[in-house]
């Protein structure tokens, strides 16, 4: 295992460097949310959303660096010494199964459920991330993530609207992944 403490340069601080990518995939769930909205408001409403989601995003990953870079009390990590060999691995994986969903979901004509799968595939690729970065925070990161892609099918089956779904699993899933980046900047 390899202890990994807190240096708070960006370019040496691994956890801030994981929130930071994490708050960009959040803003890219936040978009997904947004393209939910788009029946249902005005131009000038939608230009309005837009920009607002433009602020949160950006106001995370501001914040994640900042708080990444705060003195205090930060836990000491233990990280496998094949960490980064497990996160090839594991993110090889789950583009793999992103790409077979998308192809599949398409072939069925099932589009709608796209975004639930990828949520659950996202949701699925923190469990082993979680032991091999010791970031046990993973753990609820990836079961809030999959119940949010489980809700998001049984809303689809059930006759919800995909907008509406949209809107649920885009915002959620950047709630939970802006959550998470800020708890690993701020504790390692």
Aim: glycine share 10%; hydrophobic share 60%; net charge positive.
């Amino acid at each position: 295992m390899i202890n990994e403490s807190g240096s708070r340069k960006l370019s040496e601080n691994r956890p801030v460097q994981g929130a930071v990518i994490m708050s960009v995939f959040a803003s890219m769930w936040e978009i997904l949310g947004v393209s939910g909205l788009i029946p249902r408001v005005s131009a000038p409403a939608l230009f309005c959303i837009v920009a607002l989601a433009a602020a949160v995003a950006v106001t995370a990953v501001t914040l994640a660096i900042r708080f990444g870079a705060l003195p205090g009390q930060r836990r000491m990590r233990r990280v496998a010494p094949n960490s980064f060999r497990v996160f090839g691995q594991v993110n090889i994986g789950q583009t793999v199964a992103v790409v077979a969903a998308i192809l599949l979901l398409g072939r069925l004509g099932l589009w709608p459920y796209v975004p639930a799968a990828v949520c659950l595939i996202v949701g699925l690729h923190f469990l082993p991330l979680a032991r091999s970065f010791a970031q046990p925070q993973y753990w609820w990161t990836g079961a809030l993530l999959m119940a949010l892609a489980l809700a998001a099918v049984l809303m689809l089956a059930g006759g919800i609207d995909a907008a509406n779904v949209r809107v649920l699993l885009g915002f959620g899933a950047a709630a939970v992944l802006w959550v998470t980046a800020l708890h690993v900047a701020r504790r390692g």
